[in-house]
């Protein structure tokens, strides 16, 4: 069973708008997050990372918010370019040095439109 | 810039044949990963190194076995393929240990297809 959940396949968003991507966690041990962008022909990129200490990470328009009770994460991306179309994983661990278990969800494939 | 190689985009192999491939990083990394990525599952670890000559096996490493003679290569290895090895194929390769800041870098990718 995945540990790591999102369950929005795709999302379509309107060019200069927000774009908010989901990710949900069964496993409360997870406390180091992290997001990944991956352009077609090309390998997943890192992104943002969060661990549980925190709440909020920011860089540019790239935002994750962790809510720990409701083993939820989200990426905000503000505002949205058509250059930020791609697939997007997120991943989780139970530590940032336990390098052998990151947990990938399945990915939500975002459309920005100009 | 890390860069992070995969020998072959698209392969093409049939069933029951022994099915090599190759992953060379150019940044020294001490640890190197192969996943594969199938639709709605995500990405799934195969097998990892974290030393030349080292190994461990991730969540599905049933059918596949690896190898890692020099620090910057890391070779998976399908001993005799089958239709459901049908796959995106990544490897990836991190620092170790790994921090908060670290993270894994990955190649391009081999999609693999298994007749």
């Known amino acids: 069973d995945q540990q790591v959940k999102q369950n929005s396949p795709s999302l379509s968003v309107q060019e200069g708008r927000i774009s908010i991507l989901n990710c949900d966690y069964t496993?409360?041990?997870?406390?180091?997050f992290l997001w990944y962008k991956k352009y077609p022909a090309e390998g997943p990129t890192f992104l943002i990372s969060?661990?549980?200490?925190?709440d909020k990470n920011e860089d540019g328009r790239f935002t994750v918010f962790l809510n720990k009770s409701a083993k939820h994460l989200s990426l905000h991306i503000v505002p949205s370019q058509p250059g930020d179309s791609a697939v997007y994983f997120c991943?989780?661990?139970?530590?940032?040095?336990?390098?052998?278990?990151?947990?990938f969800g399945s990915g939500t494939k975002l459309n920005v439109k100009p | 810039d890390v860069k992070v190689t995969q020998s072959s985009r698209y392969l093409v192999k049939r069933t029951g044949e022994k099915v090599f491939l190759e992953c060379v990083q150019d940044m020294d990394h001490e640890n190197m990963f192969w996943y594969r990525q199938d639709p709605g599952l995500g990405l799934r670890l195969i097998y990892f190194s974290y030393d030349v000559k080292m190994k461990e096996k991730g969540d599905i490493p049933e059918g596949y076995s690896v190898s890692r003679e020099k620090k910057e290569r890391f070779s998976l290895i399908l001993e005799s393929a089958s239709t459901n090895q049908t796959s995106m194929y990544l490897c990836?390769?991190?620092?170790?240990?790994?921090?908060?800041?670290?993270?894994?870098?990955f190649g391009p990718g081999t999609r693999l297809l298994v007749l």
């Open positions: 990836a390769s991190s620092f170790s240990p790994q921090g908060p800041e670290e993270t894994q870098y």
């Open positions: 496993n409360s041990m997870f406390d180091y």
């Open positions: 969060i661990s549980s200490i925190k």
């Open positions: 991943a989780a661990s139970e530590s940032p040095y336990n390098f052998n278990k990151f947990y």
